[in-house]
């Protein structure tokens, strides 16, 4: 059973104490925790100098009938899904997928939720960071993290949740696609919605000396700094313009991307 100062040292051997991190967690592989997910928050908040998470919400995501082409999508899909999809508001559960921690953290007292309807994040003491998220540039928090020496924090989770790696992906020129979410009674258009994240673990022997590891028996915590990352992906993708994309045959978001 992990309590809350274990998983303080842990992410304290990290040394990040001073440095700004986006974070994706999956807690079970650290079995029962004293405290639950709270515990392990706050152990990230005195370890972390501040920590954004995404919050993401994809029941908002309409799917029309036609769009403009090579989007990724397949229009007239949406079925029952649109008639489930609800409107954008700020107290929206982020997704269950993302695991529990998103939804910890955005019920933090001290937290700051952006009101992308489909891309949110929340964060702690992070608001200048996640300010910068408009709806034309979903993922500018992850820019603006860089820019000040920011960090990914992977707990439990490999690069396949590294939501930064999207970002990475833009720069170096890679396609981005449109989404529709519910806002009020109106259709809000998304654009630069990012690709298909399935095929982001190749990047991990590329990463590997500049990655700090600490394990907690079975369970372990991974730290990148962000600007390494972005010139790895950006190195990756300029070498071969289909590195990182996913094996799917099917994955509408991979094989656009590839101009099939
Ligand atoms: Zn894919």
Redesign the pocket.
């Known amino acids: 059973m992990l309590n809350y100062e274990e998983l303080k040292s842990a992410f304290e051997e990290l040394n990040l104490q001073d440095e700004l991190v986006i974070a994706h967690t999956s807690l079970k592989p650290f079995g029962y925790i004293q405290g639950g997910a709270e515990a392990v928050l706050e152990a990230m908040l005195t370890s972390f100098h501040s920590v954004i998470m995404p919050t993401f919400t994809y029941k908002t995501q309409i799917i029309p009938d036609v769009g403009p082409p090579n989007n990724g999508i397949i229009y007239g899909s949406g079925g029952d899904k649109n008639k489930m999809a609800e409107p954008f508001h700020p107290d929206m559960r982020a997704d269950p997928m993302m695991g529990i921690l998103p939804e910890t953290l955005r019920n933090h007292s001290s937290a700051i939720r952006t009101s992308h309807p489909i891309l949110s994040f929340a964060g702690v003491n992070a608001g200048a960071t996640l300010y910068t998220q408009t709806l034309y540039e979903p993922l500018a928090p992850i820019g603006a993290l860089a820019q000040q020496d920011g960090w990914v924090v992977l707990i439990n989770l490999d690069h396949t949740s590294n939501t930064s790696i999207h970002y990475a992906e833009k720069f170096a020129g890679r396609k981005q696609f449109i989404r529709w979410a519910l806002v009020g009674d109106r259709v809000v258009e998304c654009q630069n919605f990012p690709?298909?994240s399935?095929?982001f673990q190749a990047i991990e022997e590329h990463i590997k000396f500049d990655t700090r590891r600490v394990e907690i028996g079975e369970a372990f915590i991974q730290a990148v700094p962000l600007t390494r990352l972005f010139s790895v992906v950006y190195e990756m993708i300029k070498k071969d313009p289909f590195a990182l994309?996913?094996q799917?045959t099917d994955?509408e978001?991979?094989n656009t991307v590839r101009g099939y």
């Open positions: 690709g298909d399935m095929g994309l996913c799917r994955c978001r991979c």
